[in-house]
């Protein structure tokens, strides 16, 4: 048996950043990840993030922004929101909080390929790539982790990061709640007749959110959400008809669509896990929650996860506390739940108002739209939360002090 401070099955994105953070800070860290592409070069996905402040901060702080920003890659400065139905428009504009952008739009398996990096560098963490978690059991003084291979890793903390489906959750006997939208978003690149401004465009339609995100070589990453029924003929259509469809929900805002590579589609649920922690283990990320894409906060709120759970680890281990009982690791759930939580319902909600062609509603929609637009604190607030800087944010998703200058 291998002992280790903390196993963390899953090395996604949100997996990986906590072990770079725990890593980092000297503990003896196991990476248990299933695919053994993510040991190396992660491989692309046809879809790109859009990244938030906060996750940028966590990055740098986990040194791997200088990797992922030498990427192409857009940061952008506005964001349009309006709606199909109504007539309101919601404009969010950086330079109103003095910041240089709101976000960053980012391929993920580059982000994945920077972490991996960082933590090939870290002698405290060790990768069982591939390979996959066969069994789970917590105790009094640690938990032990089963692989598939037949080694057994115990540890003081494991961490499940294993994404939305979650076996190490069911082998800890956690169960969720959670519903299925009955949506899919619908995903390619395209190129657009005009530019896209650096700007981040939101189009609500009756069957869902059509977002056409900036990326750096000028093309634009869309997440077109419409009903499940919907999605396969929109996979099959023909460039061509694809285009014409495409260019009329956008209401033509950048112009003809040009150009488009692969389409790809995923299904979504929403689902939030019933706890975040027992005694010995801890759900970040998907593994405890996941929410609708329409404000791609997704990996945002999972990084801040992974984040703030490194911080509570590492936090009882510097007070000579045992980091794995109850009472250490409930510290983390009552940081994060209320505010993944929050952020769900948001998303739900503003999913209700805006994916129905009711016109009462559609002018509920409007005077709400405008009435953000118009108040600056509103914006403002709306913005900050976008940008993940609401709420009370991890060490590693602050902005870094300065130092003190020299007497
Ligand atoms: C259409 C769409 C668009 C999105 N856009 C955005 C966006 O713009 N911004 C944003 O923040 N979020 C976005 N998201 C959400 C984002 O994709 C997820 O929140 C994110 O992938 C969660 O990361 P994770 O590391 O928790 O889980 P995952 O990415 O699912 O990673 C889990 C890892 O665990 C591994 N694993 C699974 N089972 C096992 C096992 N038994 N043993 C070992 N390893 C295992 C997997 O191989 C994988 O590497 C979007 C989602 C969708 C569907």
Not at 45 to 72: C, Q
Not at 197 to 217: E, I, M, S
Request: charged share 20%; proline share 5%.
């Amino acid at each position: 048996m291998e002992h280790f401070d903390v196993v963390i099955i899953g090395g996604g994105i949100v997996g990986s950043s906590a072990a770079c953070a725990l890593g980092g800070a000297g503990l003896r860290v196991a990476v248990v990840e299933a695919h053994a592409a993510q040991a190396g070069e992660a491989t692309p996905d046809a879809r790109m993030y859009a990244v938030t402040r906060a996750s940028e901060r966590i990055f740098r702080a986990l040194g791997a922004w200088d990797a992922i920003a030498a990427h192409d890659h857009c940061a952008f400065t506005d964001m349009e929101v309006w709606d199909a139905v109504g007539h309101g428009t919601l404009h969010f504009d950086c330079g109103e909080l003095g910041e240089p952008c709101l976000g960053y739009i980012l391929e993920p398996h580059v982000i994945a390929s920077a972490l991996q990096e960082r933590l090939l560098t870290q002698s405290a963490v060790h990768l069982f790539c591939p390979a996959s978690c066969a069994a789970l059991l917590t105790g009094a003084s640690h938990a032990e982790v089963r692989l598939d291979d037949g080694r057994v890793l115990a540890a003081r903390v494991v961490v499940a990061a294993d994404g939305a489906r979650s076996p190490a959750r069911s082998l800890l006997g956690i169960g969720v709640s959670g519903r299925d939208y009955r949506q899919g978003s619908l995903v390619a690149t395209v190129r657009t007749a005009l530019p896209h401004r650096n700007t981040a465009w939101q189009r609500f339609l009756p069957g869902g959110p059509l977002a056409f995100l900036p990326v750096g070589d000028g093309r634009c990453s869309i997440v077109w959400t419409m009903p499940v029924t919907d999605i396969d003929h929109m996979l099959t259509l023909a460039q061509e008809e694809f285009h014409t469809e495409l260019g009329a929900a956008f209401g033509h805002r950048l112009g003809e669509i040009v150009d488009s590579g692969p389409r790809a589609a995923w299904p979504l649920r929403r689902q939030h896990a019933e706890r975040y922690v027992i005694e010995r283990a801890a759900l970040i990320g998907d593994a405890a929650h996941a929410i609708h894409p329409l404000a791609g906060q997704g990996v945002n709120l999972g990084l801040l996860d992974a984040a703030a759970l490194s911080e509570v680890i590492l936090d009882a281990v510097h007070r000579g506390r045992d980091p794995g009982t109850l009472r250490s690791l409930r510290r983390f759930e009552r940081w994060r739940r209320g505010d993944n939580q929050l952020m769900m319902s948001t998303m739900d909600g503003i999913n209700r108002l805006f994916s129905n062609a009711s016109p009462l509603l559609g002018q509920v929609r409007s005077r709400g739209l405008d009435a953000v637009n118009r108040t600056g604190m509103l914006r403002q607030l709306f913005m900050r939360h976008a940008m993940g800087l609401g709420g009370d944010l991890p060490v590693l998703a602050r902005e870094p002090e300065l130092p003190e200058p020299a007497a």
